[in-house]
């Protein structure tokens, strides 16, 4: 993490505000940090933010507010970043079934780490994932923290078309598939949780500085949630601990 | 039939208004008018809203057909517009009426021409925008670029149409696009990453655009960047006009249909108000990029918005003065014509 925060130059309308050149949880919640107070603070003049691992790039009018101005106000916001106490992530609870045709690659997985298949469910559904950010497609979350012991190399070739829902992982990361689309991800599971509905009200549930849990469920629980979620009557559980 | 029957789409025409903004931080990319200037000034024609949805079309026009009167303003790259045949011009708001048939031919200059209609697209908008994100099949019509026999309807069809035809954009507010052009560019936001003699060679070498080049971004040709150490960074935000280097070291600029996050170097990022220039830009086109202060690019900014002001204050007071005109309704091989004619004295 650097000691003072950079801010570099995204065009004439942004700013990225640099915490740091790794990926890790500090970082990160500093990141979350400044997005949640320069929210808080109403600054005039700024009408976009997008966190990610790192930074946070700062969308802004520069016809409403002058670039030092904005520079120095954000500043004063960094500076104090430290002593607010920061609202605790959301927990974003993700049925998921496990193996069978809706987690085709679990076997590999558990082969590939020496492992059973219900050993690899069991230590991947026992971590909460922080969602670093979103990115590369509507919906899609970066998450961090899965353990190496069922980490997998990706598919030697790419699926053409993976079903929206699908949970698989790559390497050491692990992820969910907001939509269908193809890719070389070992598929393990899959949630009846639709994260990406552009009709909703809220057309993507999960947002950076969040953590999912993975709750393992059988078919007709399964079942039973995709159909709630097919008629827009599936609540997603959100805790905060 | 509704108002608006598209007979041929053309290459590529898709729906799209200001774009999808609010929602980068959830992955969703903006999309939007690739040429802010031109889908402006259509919309200021036909006395829209200056960001409302229009077609914006791609190196080849459609053919359209109309079943109600309509004025409609075309504006961006040079499609030679016709009515039933005959040119008309750009520009300018007009009337045509029910029965009419808009058509176009290949862009002599630019790339991407607009069509604005007084009263709007009757499009629902998804997620605040009725723009087009065809990769993500949402916004616009049916998510996906216009097929033939697609028809749209007008939002607001009780318009004061006379009063709208007509209105000109002064001719000195109208771009003359070039083969190439000179881009300006803020250094950043790793431009660190870059050895000396790279930025050198960025800022005085001419790139060409590729055939690689859509409405998600343009990749260039020219002199290889080299980074310091390594073209990957851990992955950051992406701005309209960002230029990423990936480890082959061509510059790519991102447009309207960027991702918002990735993982590459960007060297510079492209000013706003020189966005429409790169929008109609084609593979072949060259460019050089001019360094450019923040400050500075801010005061172009400024005149730019100043200026599509001054036009849309000129084009709401000023009406062609069509009093002394004659106007004639001409019969020829069946097909019925308004023509107006002002005597030269």
């Known amino acids: 993490m650097y000691d003072e925060a950079r801010y570099l130059m995204s065009g004439d309308k942004g700013l990225v505000v640099e915490f740091g050149n790794e990926i890790s949880e500090p970082v990160n919640e500093k990141v979350r940090g400044m997005y949640l107070a320069i929210q808080k603070s109403q600054m005039p003049g700024i009408y976009e933010l997008i966190p990610t691992y790192r930074s946070l790039l700062i969308q802004y009018n520069p016809l409403e507010i002058e670039i030092d101005s904005l520079i120095e106000k954000l500043s004063e916001i960094e500076k104090d970043l430290g002593a607010i106490d920061l609202p605790k992530p959301r927990i974003v609870e993700i049925p998921t079934i496990y193996g069978g045709e809706f987690g085709e690659d679990l076997g590999f997985v558990a082969e590939h780490n020496g492992l059973s298949e219900d050993e690899v469910i069991k230590i991947h559904s026992s971590i909460d994932y922080r969602i670093y950010m979103l990115g590369f497609t509507p919906g899609f979350s970066y998450l961090g923290g899965m353990s190496e012991k069922i ?9 053409t078309k993976i079903p929206g829902g699908s949970v698989g992982i790559a390497g050491k990361q692990t992820g969910i598939y907001p939509m269908e689309s193809p890719g070389g991800w070992q598929l393990i599971g899959r949630t009846p949780v639709k994260l990406y509905d552009p009709a909703s009200e809220t057309p993507i549930i999960l947002r950076a500085g969040d953590y999912i849990r993975f709750i393992p469920i059988d078919k007709d629980e399964y079942d039973y949630i995709h159909d709630l979620a097919g008629k827009k009557q599936y609540k997603i559980k959100i805790v905060t601990e | 039939m509704k108002d608006i029957v598209i007979i041929n789409p053309g290459l ?15 992955g969703m990319p903006v999309t939007g008018a690739m040429d802010d200037y031109s889908l402006r000034l259509a919309n200021i024609l036909v006395g829209n809203d200056e960001y409302d949805a229009v077609l914006e079309t791609t190196l080849n026009g459609p053919e359209i057909s109309f079943n109600t009167d309509v004025v409609a303003a075309i504006t961006g790259a040079n499609m030679v517009p016709r009515v039933n045949g005959y040119t008309v011009p750009m520009w300018r708001s007009l009337k045509l009426s029910k029965g009419d048939v808009l058509s176009f031919e290949m862009a002599r200059e630019g790339t991407r021409g607009y069509i604005a209609f007084a009263g709007g697209l009757d499009i629902p908008p998804v997620m605040g925008s009725r723009s087009t994100y065809v990769r993500g099949a949402i916004g616009g019509y049916e998510g996906r670029k216009l097929k033939s026999n697609d028809e749209i309807d007008l939002r607001d069809k009780n318009l004061p149409i006379e009063q709208l035809a007509d209105r000109i954009i002064p001719p000195q507010y109208i771009p003359q696009y070039e083969d190439s052009c000179i881009i300006r560019v803020i250094p950043g936001p790793q431009d660190d990453y870059f ?16 055939k690689e080049a859509d409405r998600m971004g343009y990749r260039l040709s020219g002199p290889q960047l080299i980074h310091k150490a390594g073209a990957d960074i851990i992955s950051d935000g992406i701005n309209l006009g960002s230029v990423q280097v990936p480890g082959h070291g061509m510059p790519i600029i991102m447009m309207s249909d960027r991702q918002t996050t990735g993982g590459y170097t960007k060297i510079a990022t492209v000013i706003s108000s020189d966005i429409p220039v790169m929008a109609q830009l084609k593979p072949g086109n060259k460019v050089r990029f001019e360094k450019i202060d923040i400050r500075e690019a801010h005061k172009v900014l400024k005149e730019y918005e100043n200026k599509i002001k001054e036009i849309k204050d000129y084009v709401n007071s000023y009406q062609l003065n069509t009093a002394g005109m004659k106007r004639y309704n001409l019969k020829i091989e069946g097909v019925s014509y308004e023509v107006m004619v002002e005597e030269i004295v």
């Open chain 1, 151 to 159: 980490a997998t190399p990706r598919l030697k070739t790419p699926r």
């Open chain 2, 12 to 26: 590529y025409t898709t729906v799209q208004d200001r774009g999808r903004w609010g929602y980068q931080e959830y």
């Open chain 2, 195 to 210: 050895t000396e003699e790279s930025i050198e060679k960025f800022f005085n070498s001419e790139y060409e655009i590729t």
